[in-house]
């Protein structure tokens, strides 16, 4: 999203305004800034009506029909209740401003679920030998599902969580995914590349990056298709105090026998044909960027590896359930599988 288009010099008369917000695919909403360049108001058509009635006329000033008591989201301070009150009141469109009241970005809820305070890494390095052929001109993480490379539909679920900041992790054919996704503007975000000269694991590469512009990170791999929730994961994270959290997927395990239930050499219960529930690691983690300084440098290090680390050091380490669809692309029948699915998935709003 292009700020300039909407924003707007106090001086500049209300026709200015209007023209703006005549273009196509405009927010209808424009604020006002000073000569500091500082939000004071915002104007939208209703503002603009009722300035009319009260005899200002189109070569009246910006600040006249500013409405100066208008909502904001301030940088250093987002608090997702407050998101997802605004959204249940009917605010769908919010600037969000720095400590000088400066415009850093616009939320607009009409296309983007959240606002979530992240830096987000992604592992897109691996060889995919699973998947050859495909694989042997191609990234795994640059197959397509459906119209699109994985990695795009990835990046693209990122910013509609309102993460911008993202993190590529890359090594194999790595030319490809670099030259492709560039800087990340054509996709409204901020994208830079670590660039593995040998493989780190899954999580090991995080070591040669000290950039992160917020205080948790996101870590999935490139090739992880899902529905996941990842406001509802911050938000746990956030409620529960974690140091990390893990998403986790629930698998169902039906025993085709009955089942002998002892206590002291008796059987006390017999569970026929019992149906058990284990929780797999889906792949997403969100954690402490301080936590980042236990991974140990340019080392093949596992993000399991980082785990158990934490859970000896008696770190607060929890679990998201994934509720919806998830799907590891790994193999052929996985790739396939995710093909199939994503004609019914509904992956963007």
């Not at 800087?183 to 000290?210: F, M, Q, R, V």
């Amino acid at each position: 999203m292009i700020l300039y288009r909407h924003t707007i010099n106090l001086e500049e008369p209300i026709s200015a305004a209007m023209q703006k917000m005549n273009e196509p695919q405009h927010l209808r909403i424009i604020f006002v800034l000073n000569e500091k360049k500082q939000v004071i108001g915002s104007i939208t058509d209703g503002d603009i009506r009722r300035g009319l009635l009260k005899g200002l006329n189109t070569n009246t000033s910006c600040e006249n029909f500013a409405f100066k008591d208008f909502k904001f989201i301030n940088a250093d301070d987002i608090n997702i209740e407050s998101l997802q009150n605004y959204k249940e009141s009917g605010i769908f469109v919010l600037p969000v401003l720095n400590s000088s009241k400066v415009l850093i970005k616009i939320i607009n809820f009409n296309s983007q679920i959240s606002y979530l305070p992240l830096s987000a890494v992604i592992m897109a390095g691996g060889f995919g030998n699973r998947l050859r052929p495909l694989t042997i001109n191609t990234p795994k993480p640059m197959l397509k599902v459906g119209d699109l490379p994985i990695l795009e539909i990835n990046i693209r679920r990122l910013v509609q969580f309102g993460i911008h900041d993202i993190v590529i992790c890359v090594n194999y054919l790595k030319d490809q995914i670099i030259n492709y996704f560039g800087n990340g503007s054509k996709w409204n975000c901020e994208i830079t590349y670590i660039e593995e000269n040998e493989p780190l694991g899954t999580i090991g590469a995080i070591s040669l990056h000290d950039n992160f512009k917020y205080n948790d990170i996101l870590l999935f791999n490139a090739d992880l298709l899902s529905t996941i929730n990842l406001e509802d994961m911050y938000v746990k994270y956030q409620s529960t105090s974690s140091d990390l959290i893990i998403a986790g997927i629930p698998h169902k395990i039906t025993l085709p026998y009955a089942v002998l239930e002892q206590s002291m050499n008796r059987i006390v219960h017999i569970s026929e044909k019992p149906t058990y529930t284990y929780f797999s690691n889906a792949g997403f983690y969100i954690f402490s960027k301080k936590l980042t300084r236990i991974i140990p440098k340019n080392t093949f290090f596992n993000a399991t590896d980082f785990v158990e680390e934490l859970i000896k050091k008696d770190h607060v380490v929890t679990s998201f359930e994934i509720f919806g669809y998830w799907n590891d692309i790994g193999s052929i029948e996985d790739y396939e599988k995710s093909n199939n699915d994503i004609l019914s998935l509904n992956l963007f709003q």
